[in-house]
């Protein structure tokens, strides 16, 4: 998979891009878990994510946020994270100007992230969100939310606990417009080790593939 550095808005950011050979591919980003817990763009759930979307027949980026790894810059409590975002999005769409469908796929700190990103950019078409932390980001500036999505969770997760989730969701539902679908795997943590993880990959795979083929928002 190539190595990708593109500008960023401090500096550069490193990323592994996946091109379909159909110029006109669905285009996906997949952002990583808090940079300061050890989060990377090699972290399982992100390249499982990754490789999901790709097998579907997008065209995936995947990146280091500022600070991790080769990407400039340094924390930033997730305000230059989701510049960070933005950037990868905007590089994603000039490759790939004929795309119809763009999805943003966050898992834990990179959800909270991608989740922003669906307030700033309305050609979002679809999200996913893995573990969302609802116990320790405020979620409330999905008012309205503007695209439909998938939530997914571990019913055993002790760092973002199934409650606050299912209080997001709810949320959520009441908003006319769009679907919020809701998952919950049985028995797995935060970071869907062992089987858990194959059963997390097929139920995004099985969401995505159903909204492509609906059309829908």
């Known amino acids: 998979m190539p190595e990708v550095i593109f500008p960023g808005p401090e500096g550069r950011l490193e990323g592994r891009y996946h091109p379909q050979k159909e110029k006109d591919a669905p285009i996906a980003i997949v952002l990583h878990p808090h940079p300061q817990f050890g989060g990377t763009m090699n972290n399982k759930v992100v390249y499982n994510l990754h490789y999901a979307f790709y097998n579907m027949g997008f065209t995936v980026l995947r990146f280091n946020f500022r600070g991790v790894g080769r990407s400039q810059g340094e924390y930033d409590q997730g305000v230059g994270e989701l510049s960070d975002a933005a950037s990868a999005l905007d590089y994603l769409q000039s490759m790939n100007n004929n795309s119809k469908h763009c999805w943003v796929a966050g898992f834990s700190f990179g959800a909270w992230i991608g989740m922003q990103l669906l307030m700033r950019r309305p050609e979002i078409t679809g999200f996913i969100s893995v573990a969302p932390p609802a116990n320790m980001y405020d979620f409330s500036f999905l008012a309205p939310c503007p695209s439909s999505g998938l939530i997914i969770n571990g019913s055993a997760d002790r760092v973002a606990p199934p409650a606050d989730t299912v209080g ?50």
């Open 168 to 217: 997001l969701v709810n949320k959520l539902h009441e908003q006319k417009g769009i679907t919020i679908t809701h998952e919950e795997v049985e028995g797995a943590d935060h970071f869907f080790q062992d089987q858990h993880m194959d059963t997390m990959v097929g139920s995004v795979s099985d969401y995505v593939k159903r909204r492509l083929t609906e059309n829908s928002r």
